[in-house]
């Protein structure tokens, strides 16, 4: 396959949408959260957490969990519908997740971060800018074939997912590969093994869907955000429930824009 490019703390610098001084909050990007579920309550905070951490100007949550446990821990969250310039959904969905939650997000349009449950809904066209964030297993549920072969071979399968799909592929593991459906190949900053934890994906997505909603290209914000959350597990080593590693996103990118 073709060359894999390695993404770097200074890439992350680089590519980074750093506020203006003239930026408001529908600039930096809205992005809105379908995720959670009476069964899965934690995903939606898990989500915000990665989303407002990242920097997202507003986050509204529109899932099935109550608003109330949303709002009781993170105030800022908007629970009414309205404008978003991106979406996240599935992560907490459970087993039967419906159909028409997929289907009420692509009615809107915008750039998608799909995640957990919601990867088994996938239509056969999706909008523009869309990001696939499966783990190996849900990749190999999606080419119908073993775990043990993704795991393998993960840079090829998540490349023949995106080439198939004809979306951008976050292939989350113990080295995380974004691929485009053109076949480009490149891996996130790498970080230590306690991030391998239940809710660690919840707030990456959410953390891809602030970085969409500011006008982030997929590929990009796949990496950016995976190696946030690698860079952030670097400078506060132990193990972190994962939205107290997500508190962390702040320390990196202060360190990274001091005069920001």
Do not use: N
């Amino acid at each position: 396959m073709d060359e894999i490019t390695s993404t770097t703390p200074e890439d992350v610098e680089r590519w980074w949408p750093v506020p203006r001084v003239d930026s408001d909050k529908y600039s930096r990007g809205v992005v809105g959260l379908d995720t959670g579920s009476q069964q899965y309550p934690g995903a939606a905070l898990l989500g915000c957490a990665g989303a407002l951490h990242a920097g997202a100007g507003m986050v509204r949550y529109l899932g099935e969990a109550p608003a109330r446990l949303v709002l009781l821990r993170f105030p800022s969250v908007v629970t009414a519908d309205g404008r978003v310039q991106a979406m996240v959904l599935g992560s907490g969905w459970g087993e039967g997740a419906a159909q028409a939650r997929m289907d009420a997000a692509l009615e809107r349009g915008v750039p998608l971060v799909v995640d957990a449950d919601a990867l088994g809904l996938l239509p056969d066209e999706l909008p523009a800018d869309c990001l696939l964030t499966p783990h190996a297993g849900e990749l190999a549920r999606l080419l119908g074939t073993e775990r043990r072969r993704v795991e393998a071979e993960p840079a090829e399968h998540a490349r023949e997912a995106a080439e198939h799909y004809g979306a951008t592929v976050l292939l989350k593991g113990p080295t995380q590969y974004v691929c485009t459906p053109e076949g480009a190949v490149s891996t996130a900053v790498g970080g230590p093994s306690w991030t391998a934890q239940a809710g660690s994906g919840d707030v990456l997505a959410g953390a891809c869907g602030a970085l969409l909603a500011a006008g982030v290209g997929a590929e990009r914000a796949g990496l950016l955000a995976a190696s946030l959350q690698a860079m952030a597990a670097v400078a506060f080593p132990g193990p972190h429930p994962p939205d107290r590693l997500a508190e962390g996103f702040a320390d990196v990118l202060g360190r990274l824009f001091p005069q920001s």
